[in-house]
């Protein structure tokens, strides 16, 4: 969607007799619904007065066509200023520029990622020219009349209020691959960018472009479906064993048909393989030429998939992110702009109030916005009192949306060695569901021992991983995160005094990526980095928040040594309910791991009530 557009003479002039904001503004409010911010409005002001010099200097003809605040079609995302028309050799292109009014800014150590002020404090943001670069990209994989009517994008962010240093950081040498794809422009180069505009665009004859671009549908590529296609191949996290190879060909014949409003819900507890089957209904829906996106609520969930899927390249990274996007961004969204959502961990989904996310209901924003979605649920795995994700909302609202539902379960065992009796146990034993297992598993099938202090547990999982195994520390919600200065994992947080024991909580630099990062097995990770995530061996700390009554033969929370504020918000006096969501944490970290799992309690009560229930069928390690 478009909210302005113009021929570049009609810009000119609109700007000249101060226009151009409150044009923007009608417009936006009669193609949106809703007023803009003040800061949006003041930022059309500024920038707008920028780039009306920098096109009427380029000499570029006057019936180029021009797009301000181009919405991305299936996302959130604007584009701040588009021009389009036909080079010197008559071929048709169009120049996405992202405007920034920043004056400094800092590099940072993650990827694409720099430091600026933003709203009246510094925050990490995307650098410019990925930004620049990744709305680009959007538009050569997914808008079929851009690659399909030879369309030639380009792109360049333009900082009009920023004069360069030396060195300047935001060219430091991270950065140098994605401005080679968007070039960066700052205050003194504005006679270059006049010179780029002329290069692609100076011939004119634009504004009918704005029509193809802005009617594209929205269908993935060749180019595109290659691309995944080829991470797929060979890519052994990946593939689809026995029962996961049926629940993919069930979803992919629902999916293909197309007739009529459907809703999958896939069932399964951890380890059943919910993530890569997902994952591969991702690449086989998108080779279908299906408008395709993977949902997840956790930001880290698929920021790691993302990284499995594309090793480690960066440009190839950055366009696979294209199709993740996170569960609250479907608020505004048509009804059946995609052809095909799949959302994995949907037990995660969001209501009303949740942090940062605007709407009421992060099922029916999905279901809405589909013609086919897909749940990948377990019930067991809701940890915060905001989780609505479950079958009978998910049911409820595709009724209301009158979506033909579909239930799928997964029962084999891909994780814990295939030990479907340890996974039992975790639930008894957490007095999650009664099961035929209090008296434990096969031991033989699945490393699983209770150790006497953090130490130990550490020690194995530092060996594993020398051993060449995937192995990680984590811990629940029990002690503190500290909110400045541990970028790098520098503040050790989680302290066991009486161990003399201490070890930071995952640092934010790699807090999306823990689980797969070098670094990661110097920190603990919490059950927001690791949820949906596999290891070969896993070390858990189950710290103070969970307790064992001795003489009353009951678990039970302590609401004071539970450090989540959010996570138990009005709970303060519904102690079952915060028991269970407790019990839920502990059974996503102990079920983490594919070969074996590493404990220590806090509670030395709960130590022991843990290694009674082993020895009633062998002995345990301490």
Request: net charge neutral.
């Amino acid at each position: 969607m478009i909210v302005y557009s113009s021929s570049v003479k009609q810009f000119k002039e609109d700007v000249a007799e101060n226009l151009i904001a409150p044009n923007i503004e009608t417009a936006y409010i009669n193609k949106l619904g809703k007023r803009p911010a003040q800061s949006e409005w003041r930022a059309w002001n500024n920038s707008m007065q920028f780039m009306e010099k920098v096109v009427r200097n380029s000499k570029i003809a006057d019936d180029c066509g021009v797009l301000i605040e181009y919405t991305i079609p299936s996302t959130s995302k604007r584009i701040d200023f588009v021009v389009a028309g036909h080079d010197q050799d008559s071929k048709k292109n169009f120049i996405i520029v992202e405007l920034k009014q920043w004056e400094t800014a800092e590099a940072s150590a993650k990827e694409d990622i720099v430091r600026t002020f933003i709203n009246g404090a510094p925050r990490e943001t995307t650098h410019p020219s990925y930004q620049a670069w990744s709305y680009r990209q959007f538009m050569y994989d997914l808008n079929e009349n851009v690659y399909t009517n030879e369309i030639k994008g380009h792109s360049v962010a333009f900082l009009h209020n920023y004069r360069s240093k030396n060195p300047e950081p935001l060219r430091s040498g991270q950065y140098q691959k994605v401005i080679a794809e968007a070039p960066l422009f700052f205050a003194e180069e504005t006679r270059k960018l006049q010179e780029f505009l002329f290069k692609y665009v100076g011939k004119g004859d634009g504004v009918n472009l704005l029509y193809e671009i802005e009617n594209g549908r929205i269908v993935p590529s060749k180019s595109l479906i290659d691309h995944i296609d080829g991470l797929f191949q060979g890519n052994s996290d990946f593939v689809l064993l026995d029962e996961q190879k049926v629940a993919y060909e069930t979803i992919m014949s629902y999916a293909k048909k197309q007739d009529h409003k459907v809703t999958v819900i896939v069932k399964g507890g951890p380890g059943t393989g919910k993530s890569v089957i997902s994952m591969n209904a991702l690449g086989g829906l998108l080779k279908e030429r299906l408008n395709t996106v993977f949902v997840a609520p956790n930001a880290s969930f698929r920021n790691v998939m993302v990284e499995m899927l594309a090793k480690n390249r960066t440009l190839s990274k950055a366009r696979t992110k294209n199709l993740f996007l996170g569960s609250g961004s479907f608020v505004n969204s048509r009804e059946n702009e995609f052809d095909v959502l799949i959302i994995d961990e949907a037990h995660r989904l969001k209501g009303k109030g949740t942090y940062m996310y605007k709407g009421v209901n992060q099922v029916e924003d999905i279901i809405k916005s589909s013609k086919v979605n897909v749940f990948f649920i377990d019930e067991h795995q809701k940890i915060r009192p905001n989780d609505i994700g479950t079958v009978e909302e998910i049911k409820k609202h595709a009724k209301e949306k009158k979506s033909i539902i579909y239930e799928y379960e997964l029962h084999a065992q891909f994780r814990c060695s295939g030990s479907d009796g340890y996974l039992n146990w975790i639930d008894d034993v957490l007095r999650i569901r009664d099961t035929g297992n209090f008296y434990g598993w096969d031991r033989d099938a699945f490393d699983f021992r209770i150790l006497s202090s953090p130490h130990d547990v550490y020690s194995h999982i530092r060996q594993k991983q020398k051993e060449g195994f995937k192995a990680r520390m984590t811990a629940g919600f029990a002690w503190a995160w500290s909110t400045e200065g541990n970028s790098n994992g520098q503040v050790e947080d989680v302290i066991i005094p009486e161990h003399n024991f201490f070890m930071p909580w995952n640092g934010k630099a790699i807090q999306s990526t823990w689980a797969i990062h070098p670094d990661g097995i110097n920190q603990v990770g919490c059950v927001h980095t690791t949820q949906g995530l596999e290891f070969d061996y896993v070390g858990v700390i189950i710290g103070n928040d969970l307790k064992y009554d001795a003489t009353n033969f009951r678990l039970f929370a302590d609401y004071s040594e539970y450090k989540d504020t959010a996570g138990k918000k009005g709970l303060k006096s519904k102690p079952e309910e915060l028991t269970k969501l407790i019990s839920n944490i502990y059974k996503v970290l102990l079920t983490r791991g594919m070969k074996g799992c590493y404990v220590y309690c806090c509670n030395a009560e709960l130590s022991q009530f843990l290694s009674q229930r082993l020895n009633l069928n062998g002995s345990v390690n301490f």
